[in-house]
Structure formats: C-alpha cells, structure tokens
Nanobody, 127 residues
Framework: QVQLVESGGGLVQAGGSLRLSCAASGRTFSSYKMGWFRQAPGKEREFVVAISKLGGTTTYADSVKGRFTISRDNAKNTLYLQMNSLKPEDTAVYYC????????????????????WGQGTQVTVSS
C-alpha cells in the first residue's frame, strides 16, 4: 500500500506557472505507475497525465500537452507536475494517483486503472 500527499497548489494568474508535488510513503514508490487527474467544480474528474515506473514513458491529455510536464524522482518517492502557461480552465483540484496495472502507461487514462489516491490540492487560475 502507498499513501500519497499532494502539495504546491495555489492561486496564480493566467500565463503563470505552478509546480505540484506528490509525496509517497513507503519504499515501493518505484513499483507504481503514476498519474495526475483533476476535477473542476461541477465536472467529473478527468485525466491529465501519466508516467511509467522509471519515468521513461508519459502520456498527456490533449488539453495540457505542451504546457504541463510530469516527472518523478524515485529516490525521493516524489511525483511532480510542472504546469506552465496556465489558463483559467485549468482551475481544479489536482489529484495524484498510483497504479498497479500491468497495462501500458498510454492506457492508464481512466480512474479505474488507479489503486491509490491523494487528497488533492487546489489550483486556481485567475484571468
């Protein structure tokens, strides 16, 4: 089992940047594929990006491609999400999640593929 804690959210103006972190407990972080999801008010939780165990493979939602970058540091048990050129429509609670799935990272775009979730961190982008 792994416990996940997100941090780094906040209020930023459109065009600005934020870096989210997700700290994982335990010594098995590198055995999980990881992902970020987000949920805006009144909307369903949606996929943002996923990364393979060693970080060599990633897959992004079209809405964030070219603006967001996922990375991980397995030595520090931490997942990151660098968000640049933020838009008001990026406003949401952002969640990190861990997957035990044996499927390819490019297939891990739905919530059901993930086994553990953090509590979320709020990102608000003002216009």
């Amino acid at each position: 089992q792994v416990q996940l804690v997100e941090s780094g959210g906040g209020l930023v103006q459109a065009g600005g940047s934020l870096r989210l972190s997700c700290a994982a407990s335990g010594r098995t972080f590198s055995s999980y594929k990881m992902g970020w999801f987000r949920q805006a008010p009144g909307k369903e939780r949606e996929f943002v990006v996923a990364i393979s165990k060693l970080g060599g493979t990633t897959t992004y939602a079209d809405s964030v491609k070219g603006r967001f970058t996922i990375s991980r540091d397995n030595a520090k048990n931490t997942l990151y999400l660098q968000m640049n050129s933020l838009k008001p429509e990026d406003t949401a609670v952002y969640y990190c999640a861990a997957s035990k799935s044996i499927r390819s990272v490019v297939e891990l775009t739905t919530q059901s593929e993930y086994d553990y979730w953090g509590q979320g961190t709020q990102v608000t982008v003002s216009s």
